[in-house]
C-alpha cells in the first residue's frame, strides 16, 4: 500500500463547529505532516510528528489542534475557525530522510 | 532563515519543445532536493529528486541538475507534451523532517 488516505476529501463547517479531519498511511513512515495549502500558493507546513511525537508546530492558533493516535494515523481537530482558514488541508508522510507523500486532501470552506 | 527561490514562476512552452525551471536555497545544510508536479484540484505527487551526493539524475523525459556550489538546482523536461501542465514545485531539505518549498511554476504546453 503506497497511499496517503485522507477523509473526508470536502467539508464545509461553520465557525461555530467542532470537526476532525483524518489521515492514514500503511507504508511504515515514520513522520506525518499536516500542510495547508491556499490556492496558486505551495504547500504551507503546519505540522510534523516523528515516532508518534509532536516534533514542529510552525506557531499555529490553536483552533487548530493535531493528534497522532498511533504510527499510521494522524488527526487534525477543528474548532472555532475562521473563513480565512478556507484551504485544501494535506497530510503527507515520509521515511524522515525529506520526501513526503501527499494524500488527496481535505477540500474546508468555513462559512 | 531558510528559503526557497524559485523561477519563473510561469512558463509556457510548445508542445514537443523543452521546459527548465530554477530552483536556489539558502541552507547551505539542505542535502536533499526533491521536485513535485500538482496538477489542477490534485495533490502534490513526487516526480523525481536528488541527493547532494549526486550532480545530476534522469527518469525518461525528467532530469534534475544540482551545483552544491552555487545552491542552484533545476528541473528540465525534455519532449513535452500535453500532460506536463500543471504547477511544479522544488523544494529543499536537511533530510530532516522539515521541508521548504519554492512558491512554484505554472507549466502550461501550448498545441
Redesign the interface.
Same mark, same amino acid.
Given at each position: 500500500d503506497t497511499e496517503v488516505t485522507q477523509t473526508p476529501k470536502h467539508l464545509v463547517m461553520g465557525m461555530t463547529n467542532k470537526k476532525s479531519l483524518k489521515c492514514e498511511q500503511h507504508m511504515g513512515h515514520r513522520?506525518m505532516?499536516w500542510y495547508k495549502q491556499k490556492a /496558486? /500558493? *505551495? *504547500?504551507e507546513?503546519m505540522f510534523?510528528y516523528?515516532y508518534e511525537k509532536l #516534533?514542529?508546530n510552525e506557531s499555529v492558533p490553536s483552533r487548530f489542534s493535531p493528534e497522532c493516535p498511533n504510527s499510521s494515523l494522524l488527526n487534525l481537530h477543528l474548532h472555532a475557525l475562521q473563513p480565512e482558514d478556507s484551504a485544501l488541508y494535506?497530510c503527507a508522510s #515520509?521515511q &524522515?530522510?525529506?520526501?513526503? +507523500? +501527499? &494524500?488527496? &486532501?481535505t477540500r474546508l470552506t468555513v462559512v | 532563515g531558510e528559503n526557497v527561490e524559485q523561477h519563473p514562476s510561469t512558463l509556457s512552452v510548445q508542445e514537443g519543445d523543452s521546459a527548465v525551471i530554477k530552483c536556489t536555497y539558502s541552507d547551505s545544510a539542505s542535502?536533499?532536493f526533491?521536485w513535485?508536479k500538482q496538477e489542477l484540484g $490534485?495533490?502534490?505527487?513526487?516526480i523525481i529528486?536528488i541527493r547532494s551526493n549526486v550532480g545530476e539524475k534522469k527518469d525518461q523525459r525528467i532530469a534534475v541538475t544540482l551545483n552544491k556550489t552555487a545552491k542552484h538546482f533545476s528541473l528540465h523536461i525534455t519532449e513535452t507534451q500535453p500532460e506536463d501542465s500543471a504547477?511544479y514545485?522544488c523544494a529543499a531539505?536537511?533530510?530532516?523532517? $522539515?521541508?521548504i518549498?519554492? $512558491?512554484?511554476t505554472?507549466l502550461h504546453i501550448l498545441p
Open positions: 513522520a505532516y /496558486k /500558493k *505551495p *504547500p507546513l510534523v516523528s #516534533s514542529i494535506l #515520509s &524522515g530522510h525529506g520526501e513526503a +507523500f +501527499f &494524500g488527496q &486532501g | 542535502n536533499y526533491p513535485y $490534485k495533490r502534490p505527487q513526487l529528486d504547477v514545485f531539505s536537511r533530510g530532516d523532517d $522539515k521541508i518549498f519554492g $512558491k512554484g505554472r
